[in-house]
């Protein structure tokens, strides 16, 4: 029991400092994503986008070039998501963050 109580501060201990900001200066959490079952399911992962450009994600999920605009979300499990940034926040990763998230929001 006391191995899960452990872990489990852990996991809340790193969510409450993961914490970063979106390109614009807009601040992300765990609560920014909401829940994974509120994203629009594709080929077996799921996709938003903090924009509002899902159109425009959707779009490039089904096509499959990797070309994503600005404000996606990409999710293939409850507990990690990838954002795409502006062009030049980091181009060894082609703008895309990778964020840990806290499961319990859903």
């Known amino acids: 029991m006391m191995g899960l109580l452990t872990r489990t501060g ?3 201990f790193y969510c409450l400092v993961s914490a970063g900001s979106w390109a614009a200066g807009a601040s992300i959490d765990a609560k920014t994503f909401g ?3 509120d994203m629009t399911p594709v080929r077996g992962f799921f996709v938003s986008n903090l924009q509002g450009d899902l159109e425009g994600t959707l779009a ?3 096509a ?3 070309r994503y605009p600005e404000g996606s979300v990409i999710q293939l499990v409850p507990t990690e998501v990838m954002v795409k940034h ?5 181009p060894a990763t082609k703008d895309w963050e990778q964020r840990n998230q ?3 929001f859903c």
């Open 35 to 37: 829940c994974i079952r």
């Open 86 to 90: 502006k062009e030049g926040f980091s």
């Open 102 to 104: 806290c499961p319990w």
């Open 60 to 62: 490039a999920a089904n």
């Open 64 to 66: 499959g070039t990797g």
């Open 10 to 12: 852990l996991l809340f």
